[in-house]
Structure formats: C-alpha cells, structure tokens
C-alpha cells in the first residue's frame, strides 16, 4: 500500500519559515518524481515544485522562485520542502504526491500527472 505523509506545517508568523517533510512509504522511491503543491480555500491545487528521481533535477512554478528549495533523501524515503519569507496568501494545506519516472531524471509540476497523494498539512501564515 502506498503511503505519503507531509509533516512540519503549523502557525507561522508572515516572513517566516517552514520545512515540510513528506514520508513515502510502499514504492521503490529512486523510481519517482516528488512534486509539491498546495490548496487554498475556494481555490484550485496550485503546483510549488518537483524533484526528479534521483534529485539531480529540479523545477519551481515562478511564484515560488528564490523562497522555497526542495530536497530529496531516497535513503530515508523522504522528500523536503524548505519554504522561507511566508506570506498570510501562503496559507494553505500543503501536499506531497509522486509520480513513476522510471529511469527518466526530469520532473513537471502540473497536477495530473501524478498518481499517488499524501493528506496534506496546513500552514497558516499569521500578519
């Protein structure tokens, strides 16, 4: 059974920071892209960023470039997202979800393309 469970979100004041883990458990990891993304109230699923395989290959959406960083450690089956300079619009819930890459290194960061999905963890950013 595959499993992710995102981990680290909470209450955070605005320019603040947060690191969200996201724990897989049930597939063989270094076969898999990890992307981000998060959920508003009332809004669409909006993608934050990916990570390939391996790690050696990565993409963020615009908005999200120069604040957050992901990150991968397929030994501990576990994927990162560092997100610094929080802003009260950052509150959301926030998932982790994978997609099997096989042996192809790249990663997107549109939805739809992934086949497996964590709960999520809400961030609340606080002015």
């Known amino acids: 059974q595959v499993q992710l469970a995102e981990s680290g979100g909470g209450l955070v004041q605005s320019g603040g920071s947060l690191r969200l883990s996201c724990v897989v458990s049930?597939?063989?990891?270094?076969?898999?892209?990890i992307g981000w993304f998060r959920q508003a109230p009332g809004k669409e699923r909006e993608g934050i960023s990916c990570?390939?395989?391996?790690?050696?290959?990565?993409d963020y959406t615009a908005s999200w470039k120069g604040r957050v960083t992901i990150s991968r450690d397929n030994a501990k089956n576990t994927a990162y997202l560092q997100m610094n300079g929080l802003k009260v619009e950052d509150t959301a819930v926030y998932f982790c979800?994978?997609?099997?890459?096989?042996?192809?290194?790249?990663?997107?960061?549109?939805?739809?393309?992934?086949?497996?999905w964590g709960k999520g963890t809400q961030v609340t950013v606080s002015s």
């Open positions: 990570i390939g395989n391996s790690g050696a290959y990565t």
């Open positions: 979800a994978a997609e099997r890459r096989g042996s192809h290194p790249e990663c997107g960061v549109q939805a739809f393309v992934y086949d497996h």
């Open positions: 049930g597939l063989e990891l270094e076969y898999y892209a």
